[in-house]
């Protein structure tokens, strides 16, 4: 979307609210009152009622910027934070502030949006909605505090950018947990096109002109080194309907393609705590440890109760944590992209011993498959027992061709906020009338899924499902609410949550 369509959305805020003091003109989806902006006081003392005397100010620097990456045995010309993708780990306590300063290289503006946290809305990075966009050359300051402790991730909220190297993770400890286990890993999965012949913002292009077709002229029979826009028939997942809408040439684990995979090396007989996060943007990945099982902690940064399983489904935007107690020997850690040909590749170490191959199937991907949907809250992020005070549908909708993606029919800004009043209980209706999956991720809060009580930020919803949440409006501002698909959020799959007073 242009910058000029995005202020446009940010007028559009206040113009409706204009309309709606007029009288008469507000239908029942129309919001009504005047809209909680990020500059409101509100804001700021929901952020003073966060803030821990005893915390500390956490400052780190990200900078944006072209660079050459070597992803192993393939290198492409990206944009990426720092000279590494993922970028700097940034990693701080619970009540602890966080500082950031963004100096942006990019011959392109940016933001930096800190997908999960529920942070102060002026801190949300959401051009258009809780910011300008930070311009070419220029520098931005992000502070807040970090509420609560978890796996979260950092990403650009302009255009297709998460779509190249621009995506970093951010762990909030908890100081009073136990931390029992012995390592700790971080995987961060992605698919990859950027620099090898297309750049994902001509992905899109290409998306919207209608280049859905197979593309027999670019994919070559080993179909590796063209990404290519796949019919949707060739994405099919039996988990997910329609897997995605972009065969990607590489998927990548740390950032390396399975050719030359990274080492995650430990002692035999250690409990090891890996953090997952999946960073792609357009794939889910099924991810599996080669003779392990894995038992499920944490979903979206929290505390879920323990689940063993032999592989896990993580659509684009979720993080899981799980733990592993590691054999001795050499083990392949595989993300399977689903419903599509091709996998990420990490190696397992716990003794001497030769490599897994780079398309090492493991059995344990067509074992028993965990969704996040599937989880139950650990009694302590339980929400309590209350009436809900308003619902919202949002009924989501779009297609190949034209390639457009809508939340109630319409299309991100030309689009109704959902409105709401601090202090409410709201239950959001995810309505899926389309054949493929939706992670559907909601920024500032963290959801409570109603059949089971987990909390999540990202949740997928399956072709032609319901998925009802409950979330209590605790974090005023303006907050986006959108696909997790970066190609549907920006051609049109994006909402706002709206806090409002005097509706
Ligand atoms: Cu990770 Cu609005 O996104
Ligand atoms: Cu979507």
Redesign the pocket.
Known sequence: MSEISRRAALRGATGLAGLAALGGLASCSRPTGTAVGPANDAVAAAEAARRNPGGRLVTARLTPQPVTLDLGGRTVNTWAYGDTAPGPLLRLDAGDVLRVDVDNQLPAATSV?W??LALRNDMDG?PGLTQDPIAAGEKFRYEFTAPDPGTY?Y?P?SGVQ?DRGLYGVLVVDDPDEPGRYDAEWIVVLDDWVDGTGRTPDEVLAELQAGGHDPMGDMQDMEGMDHGSMGGMEAMQSPLLGGAGDISYPHYLINGRSPTDPGTLSAKPGERVRVRFVNAGSDTAFRVAVGGHRMTVTHSDGFPVVPVPTDALLIGM?ERFDVTVTLAEGVFPLVASAEGKQGQGLAVIRTAAGRPPSPDVKLQELSGQVLLGTALSAAESVRLDQRPTDRNHDLVLGGHMAPYRWTINGRTFPDTDPLQLTQGERVRLRFVNHTMMFHPM?V?GHTFALTKNGARKD?AIVRPMTTLDVDLDANNPGQW?T?C?NIYH?ETGM?TTLSYRTGG
């Open positions: 949006h997908h999960g959401v991730f990403h909220h998460l935007g991720h920024h990202t986006a959108h997790h959020a994006m």
